[in-house]
């Protein structure tokens, strides 16, 4: 079996199976004669199945993630930070990582506080400040689970997508990481905010390069949207329609017949 050599190539056919794999099983279950969607069905879980251990192969000879977080400021002198202002900096970024990580592997959400298992596992760490304009050098662990998903990177992912994010899509990405993880980097930007410290962040994933230009404007305007985080709403509402979406990340997507709109609900 020819499989690809590389993280991303391996993620996108991985992506595409699991797609063939749930098709299958709704077509063998609504067949009358599903003995032909049972060999696709076995088929397509045994190439899964191969799939996921060479991404998990990969994933785990890449070892570490490498995060450049750099700071531009009065503060900063001759690439020095006072311990106090790095204390606070990387305090809530640290707790932030740790929390959207958590939120990505618990997608049931039974344990309220970190699993000291993961903490052991993501193993972050400050590596080094770089002279110039000071720049910290974070990395972590990007050990796979069985299925060849990373806590971090799915973490790290997430924290990218909301600070990128447009008010319209904010509370989704919020909801998407957690609420924690998200008071976090408001803890996080909010001290940016009052020290006008300008930040850039970058991740080079197996994928693409992230990067979010933490300009003073850019961190006023996502501490902004940050402060009016508060306890979700709950309501009572009945939907009657086609499931386009059911997502384990807590997603889920019903095209209403009666009102022909599609209705977004997180859980």
């Known amino acids: 079996m020819n499989l690809p050599t590389t993280i991303k190539e ?8 699991r797609g063939f794999v749930e098709t299958n099983e709704r077509a063998a279950a609504r067949s009358d004669d599903p003995l032909a969607h049972r060999v696709f069905l076995a088929s ?28 531009h400021g009065t503060q900063m002198s001759q690439g020095s930070i006072s311990l106090r202002a790095l204390g606070k900096i990387v305090g809530p970024l640290n707790a932030a990582l740790e929390l959207s990580a958590w939120r990505a592997w618990d997608v049931e959400g039974h344990n309220t506080p970190v699993s000291t298992q993961l903490l052991r596992q993501l193993d972050l760490r400050l590596a080094g400040i770089e002279t110039g304009s000071t720049e910290l050098i974070i990395i972590g662990n990007t050990s796979p689970d069985l299925a060849g998903s990373s806590p971090l990177e799915d973490g790290l992912r997430g924290v990218f997508a909301l600070l990128q994010s447009p008010p319209e899509d904010f509370a989704e990405h919020v909801h998407s990481i957690g609420l924690r993880a998200g008071r976090s980097l408001a803890q996080f930007t909010s001290y940016l905010c009052s020290e006008n410290i300008a930040v850039e962040l970058d991740w080079s994933a197996p994928e693409r390069r992230y990067s979010w230009d933490g300009r003073p404007d850019e961190i006023v305007r996502v501490a902004t949207l940050l402060e009016e985080i508060g306890e979700p709403d709950v309501c009572n509402e009945r939907v009657r329609g086609r499931v ?7 997603r889920l997507e019903v095209e209403d017949m009666y009102r022909e709109e599609k209705v977004r609900i997180q859980y």
């Open 44 to 71: 397509n879980r045994k190439l899964q199945e191969a799939l996921e251990r060479a991404l998990r192969l990969a994933k785990s000879e890449r070892a570490y993630e490498v995060i450049c977080l750099r700071l």
């Open 244 to 250: 386009n979406v059911l997502s384990v990340r807590g």
């Open 10 to 17: 391996l993620e996108d056919d991985l992506a595409r199976v």
